[in-house]
């Protein structure tokens, strides 16, 4: 697609419920990023996948979260159990090349987000 | 730990009047750093992106960047109401990631 697309945009879950999240990134782009940003806050780094391959998974803040992007394009970020805690807006972004190169025209490209609210 | 700082603000500037954004980093290896703006309830989208040391204009935009005091500075010219957003400072090192700064909201006023 043109940008990154992700769903739902918003998400409201009781305590305890298990939530997915769905991100759709630019056609192409090898780099996916999911990135948690509460209110007031810069983003701050879940995990990364280049294609189907999830690199780096140490931002995640505890075993409840879980991601995957099995064929390399779309990706989902599930969350078990969730608690008041996660409330946040999750953003996925994307890029065209491989790890470890900003450069040039190799720059994120952000979804709109989606905001889950946790009662 | 790798540190992005910058003031949270508000900062009120006049519309017309030259705004000054201000970051600074703690990671010396830091190579590709970057403006995002990000307006309320909406995602980050990319404003300026730097390499190397000195000035980089883009329109109204222009990104500096001192390596030896390790910080980077966005100036927003002929400010306008439009403006007046969260703008976010990202610094990248050798790795994959980027290191955010919390933002600093930029208000202009009419």
């Known amino acids: 697609g043109a940008g990154v697309s992700q769903s739902p945009r918003y998400k409201v879950a009781k305590r305890g419920q298990d939530v997915a999240l769905r991100c759709d990134p630019i056609?192409?782009?090898?780099?996916l990023f999911w990135y948690q940003q509460a209110l007031g806050q810069g983003p701050e780094f879940l995990t990364y996948f280049q294609n189907e391959a999830q690199l780096d998974k140490s931002g995640l803040p505890s075993d409840r979260f879980f991601a995957e992007r099995p064929e390399g394009s779309v990706s989902t970020l599930k969350i078990q159990r969730t608690q008041q805690e996660d409330s946040a807006v999750y953003l996925c972004?994307?890029?065209?090349?491989?790890?470890?190169?900003?450069?040039?025209?190799?720059?994120?490209?952000f979804g709109a987000g989606s905001r889950l609210t946790v009662l | 730990q790798k540190e992005v700082e910058q003031n949270s603000g508000p900062l009120s500037v006049p519309e017309g009047a030259i705004a000054s954004l201000n970051c600074t980093y703690s990671d010396r290896v830091s190579q590709s750093f970057f403006w995002y703006r990000q307006y309320s309830g909406k995602s980050p989208e990319l404003i300026m992106s730097?390499?190397s040391n000195g000035d980089k204009e883009d329109g109204r935009f222009t990104a500096q960047l001192n390596k030896a005091s390790q910080y980077v500075s966005l100036l927003i010219r002929d400010s306008q109401p439009s403006d007046s957003a969260t703008y976010l400072c990202?610094?990248?090192?050798?790795?994959?990631?980027?290191?955010w700064g919390a933002g600093t909201k930029l208000i202009i006023k009419p």
């Open positions: 056609s192409g782009h090898v780099s």
């Open positions: 990202a610094v990248n090192d050798s790795n994959y990631q980027l290191i």
């Open positions: 730097i390499y």
């Open positions: 972004a994307s890029s065209g090349l491989g790890a470890g190169d900003f450069s040039g025209a190799n720059v994120l490209t």
